[in-house]
């Protein structure tokens, strides 16, 4: 006679790396996740941590991430710390025996960085994902299933737009790549404009930014980024998102909805689920992104169960880092990059050092 024990589902144990608006996004998706029970938390800021603590019933608070994962040994890692960290963090968490790494985006200050990290995740055995949860968003979900149903006829390009190119970008190039069913572009060719000391979430990023992707079929990308004063329209149409153009109409995807224009048929339309009015949301997060991230580790969980692959395997989100940092070495060789990219710095700020680009004045914000 088989024991019920056999049949349920294994037990994982959680810790998150971090306590800001991320790391509780990540905490409440742990939460909601069957068969895992969050351990621990650690923030430099250890009041940050208690907070969330209390709030979620975390047992155990650190200022130390290595404290953190020694005291509490977990399976699963999630890091929520500033960009600048992540390389340290992953590897502390790869050392500490973790079986899985879930971590924000941008990855990596600069290209090597970023594959570093995935390198020595694979190395260690270790399940690395980066949190584009934007994939699990409903609303691109039902855009990516009309358009490979043909709705907009063959996909010719794609039009992204953002405020910034490293932090929103990892989202836009992410996403054009999702589209296009991951498929691997051949080459980047980009312009960046440096006219101002601008830096996002404390990393200094490009005042404005056009990106140009090719693929092997012919169909190209193009991203372009900016925001006011210095940028402020970018496309009257969609300001913040994708439009998709086919040879038998168009798809308009963004935030709240997507609607796919059909030449000589009805309009397609599908509105978000999620409240998109920022008046409404808790403690200002975009709900999607709380759904999205719960999605996600529920995804990566079970792909510990399972073995598969998750959807957001770390190779999805480094190949989208390296059309970031390929439009900053584009636009200071002055020349179309093929890919793989073979420059492992960040064009944007060794270019900077070296006096290609003399911004002024300062602008730091959070998008």
């Known amino acids: 006679m088989e024991h019920s024990a056999r049949h349920a589902d294994p037990q994982f144990s959680a810790v998150v790396i971090g306590a800001g608006s991320q790391g509780r ?54 890091v929520c710390t500033p960009p600048d960290s992540h390389a340290e963090a992953v590897a502390a968490a790869v050392g500490a025996g973790a079986r899985a790494v879930h971590c924000e985006k941008p990855i990596a200050l600069n290209y090597g960085e970023a ?75 980009g312009q960046i404009d440096v006219s101002v000391n601008r830096y996002v979430y404390g990393v200094f990023t490009e005042t404005a930014s056009l990106t140009r992707i090719g693929w092997p079929d012919g169909v190209q990308a193009t991203v372009l980024t900016g925001r006011e004063p210095h940028t402020p329209v970018l496309n009257p149409e969609n300001g913040l998102g994708l439009i998709v153009q086919g040879t038998r109409g168009r798809a308009v995807v963004r935030g709240a909805g997507a609607v796919l224009r059909r030449f000589g048929k009805d309009d397609l339309e599908y509105r978000s689920p999620f409240d998109t009015d920022p008046a409404h949301w808790d403690r200002g997060v975009d709900p999607a992104i709380t759904a999205g991230t719960a999605e996600a580790l529920r995804d990566l969980t079970a792909s510990l169960r399972t073995g598969r692959r998750p959807a957001l395997h770390a190779d999805q989100g480094l190949r989208g880092a390296e059309l970031i940092f ?20 960040n064009a944007l700020t060794s270019g900077r050092a070296a006096g290609f680009w003399s911004p002024s004045g300062e602008l730091r914000s959070t998008y």
């Not at 029970?37 to 940050?48: F, I, K, W």
């Not at 290595?66 to 890692?77: F, G, I, M, Q």
């Open 25 to 78: 996004v990540h905490a409440l998706g742990y939460a909601a996740t069957a068969g895992v029970r969050l351990a621990g938390v650690a923030d430099v800021a250890a009041d940050r941590a208690r907070a969330l603590a209390t709030e979620l019933g975390i047992p155990a608070v650190h200022r130390d991430v290595r404290e953190l994962l020694a005291a509490t040994r977990p399976d699963l890692v999630s």
């Open 115 to 189: 594959g570093q990290m995935v390198a020595g995740a694979a190395a260690a055995g270790v399940v690395l994902t980066f949190n584009l949860q934007r994939r699990f968003d409903p609303v691109q979900r039902q855009a990516r299933e009309w358009i490979a149903q043909g709705e907009i006829g063959e996909v010719v390009t794609i039009e992204g737009y953002c405020p910034n190119l490293f932090d929103w970008g990892t989202h836009i190039v992410d996403l054009i790549l999702f589209h296009r069913g991951d498929a691997a572009p051949a080459w980047v060719m």
């Open 326 to 345: 390929a439009t900053y070495e584009s636009s200071r060789s002055r020349r179309r990059v093929p890919l793989p990219l073979d420059r492992m710095d």
